[in-house]
C-alpha cells in the first residue's frame, strides 16, 4: 500500500525565514513521482513542485525546493524567505505508474509578520 | 479554459437528494480525476478517467456514486440519495497525458448535505 506521511499538522515561521516541511513515503515501487501542492483557504490546490524517483539532483521552483533523499523515502520541502502569502496548506503527494496521487494529511504553515 | 473549473462552487442539498457536481478539464488534458476532500484531511481519490474511458473506479465510496466522460472532455460526478457523511469538498484535477507527471486541480465544489 502506498502511503505519505506529514508529521507537522501546524507550522509557524517569521516573515523572510526560511522553513521546511516534512513528507515521507512508503512505497515498494522503483518509479514513482513526488508532489507538493499549495492550497489556500479559497480551496485550489496549486501545483509548486514535482520530483521524479530517477532524477538525481533535487528539484527547485523559485523560493521552493525539494530536499529528496530516497534511501529514507523523505522529500521535504523548503521554502525560503518565507512570504505572508505563503500562508495555507501544503500537501505532499506521491504519484506512480501516472495514475492516481496519494496525499497525505496537509501540513498548515502560518507565516507570522 | 485557462485552468480546471468546477461548477457550482458551493451546494447544499437535503438528504436524499441527487447532486450533479461538473468539471471543465483543461483543454487537451487527456486525464482527469475527481477526489473528495474531508474537513482537514487530504484528498482522497475516487476515480480517474482517461479520456472518455473509466480506468479506475477503486476510490468511489458507495454505488451512489457515479462519474462519467462521455466525450472526453468535461465530466460529471453524480452522487444520489445523498447523505450527511457526503459533506466535503469535491476537487477535479486534470493532466496533459500519461506521460505528463503533474496535475492541476480545480477550486472545488464544497458539498453540504443537512
Known amino acids: 500500500a502506498q502511503k505519505i506521511t506529514q508529521t507537522q499538522p501546524g507550522m509557524f515561521v517569521q516573515e523572510k525565514e526560511a522553513v521546511t516541511l516534512d513528507c515521507t513515503y512508503d512505497t515498494s515501487d522503483q518509479s514513482y513521482g513526488l508532489f507538493w501542492y499549495k492550497q489556500p483557504s479559497s480551496g485550489e490546490m496549486i501545483f509548486l513542485i514535482y520530483q521524479g524517483s530517477y532524477d538525481e539532483q533535487n528539484a527547485t521552483e523559485g523560493r521552493y525546493s525539494l530536499n529528496f533523499q530516497k534511501a529514507r523515502k523523505s522529500a521535504n520541502l523548503v521554502i525560503s524567505a518565507s512570504q505572508l502569502g505563503d500562508s495555507a496548506m501544503y500537501f505532499c503527494?506521491?504519484?506512480?505508474?501516472?495514475?492516481?496521487?496519494?496525499f497525505g494529511s496537509g501540513t498548515k504553515l502560518n507565516v507570522k509578520p | 479554459g485557462a485552468g480546471v473549473s468546477q461548477s457550482p462552487r458551493y451546494k447544499v442539498a437535503k438528504r436524499g437528494q441527487d447532486v450533479a457536481l461538473r468539471c471543465d478539464p483543461i483543454?487537451?488534458?487527456?486525464?482527469l480525476f475527481w477526489y473528495q476532500q474531508a474537513l482537514g484531511q487530504g484528498p482522497e481519490f475516487l476515480t480517474y478517467f482517461q479520456n472518455e474511458a473509466q480506468l479506475d473506479k477503486s476510490g468511489l465510496p458507495s454505488d451512489r456514486f457515479f462519474a462519467e466522460r462521455p466525450e472526453g472532455s468535461v465530466s460529471t460526478l453524480k452522487i444520489q440519495r445523498t447523505q450527511q457523511e457526503d459533506s466535503a469538498v469535491y476537487l477535479c484535477?486534470?493532466?496533459?497525458?500519461?506521460?505528463?507527471?503533474?496535475?492541476?486541480f480545480g477550486q472545488g465544489t464544497r458539498l453540504t448535505v443537512v
Open positions: 503527494a506521491m504519484r506512480y505508474n501516472f495514475n492516481k496521487f496519494y
Open positions: 483543454s487537451g488534458h487527456v486525464s
Open positions: 484535477a486534470s493532466s496533459l497525458s500519461g506521460g505528463s507527471p503533474e496535475a492541476f
